[in-house]
């Protein structure tokens, strides 16, 4: 099982769309994906209650809900044959809360918006887990993805030498599409919309997809895998989707040991 955390301090950076579209990739490879959604907006739990029934089933967490009817252990439980679990973190997270967040946690995937205060606050995100987290940079665990650009803009330039100052891999771009906001409001990921809509989209996730790809076989003591040649061309199969699970926040069960 890979367990993805999706992370970044700053508010608006796109965790939920990164969450969601890995969750929603995941799914259409019958993957048995789990969405945990740690932030009380509960953005990735609404998305996951717009999914159609004819998609490919997505299990859902709500984290950020407590229920004293039920043990944390028993909220915050994955189904049997869940291969991937994707973690949508809130914002402005208290460091010292990383270590638990990020423990046993196969990917750390941190989205940087192209501007001035977003760069700070990703700078700050990242040392906070090279120093309060204790992630070395050798573990190559860490990946960052430049969210929402347009290329050939002078933000855009900058944030590019940001992200190559860093030491830590930059996965991917993902280009500003409005394919990302209508995927949000159907409860679907680009991956599920019409090919001639999202090609371009695709492309930028291939990289990222065949990073986590590579984590696998290092988690399974095999050869590292090729990087998925997936297209949208894919589609999901007709089979219910698991709504959200009633859960509560308790990161130390989540992130103990596989």
């Known amino acids: 099982m890979l367990k993805i955390v999706v992370l970044n301090g700053k508010g608006g950076s796109g965790k939920t769309t990164v969450a969601t579209n890995l969750a929603s990739c995941f799914a259409t490879q019958d993957l048995q994906p789990t969405l945990m959604d740690m932030d009380a907006q509960g953005s990735s739990t609404r998305w996951l209650s717009k999914r159609g029934m004819e998609r490919a089933p997505v299990h859902g967490i709500a984290a950020y809900e407590r ?3 039920v043990t944390r252990s028993f909220a915050l439980r994955i189904p049997q044959g869940c291969q991937r679990v994707v973690i949508d973190t809130p914002a402005a997270l208290d460091p010292q809360l990383m270590p638990e967040m990020t423990r046993n946690a196969d990917a750390i995937l941190v989205p940087v ?3 001035d205060i977003d760069i700070h606050a990703a700078a700050k995100c990242i040392t906070d887990l ?4 204790k992630i070395p940079r050798q573990s190559q665990r860490i990946g960052v993805i ?3 650009v347009k290329k050939n803009t002078v933000m855009y330039r900058a944030l590019m030498r940001f992200l190559e100052s ?3 891999p930059i996965l991917t771009t993902l280009r500003d599409s409005q394919n990302y906001v209508r995927a949000a409001e159907s409860g679907v990921g680009v991956f599920e919309m019409k090919p001639y809509l999202v ?3 695709i492309d930028q996730w291939l990289p990222l997809l065949g990073w986590l790809a590579k984590k696998e076989g290092t988690i ?3 050869a590292p895998a090729q ?3 997936f297209t949208p061309a894919t589609a999901a199969p007709s089979t219910p989707v698991a709504l959200p699970a009633e859960s509560a926040s308790d990161w130390e069960f989540l992130m103990r040991g596989r």
């Open 67 to 69: 229920n004293s009817r």
């Open 113 to 115: 918006l192209p501007s």
């Open 130 to 133: 090279l120093l309060v987290a």
């Open 146 to 148: 430049a969210n929402r």
């Open 166 to 168: 860093l030491e830590i």
């Open 199 to 201: 090609r371009e989209d």
């Open 220 to 222: 399974a003591g095999i």
């Open 227 to 229: 990087p998925l040649p």
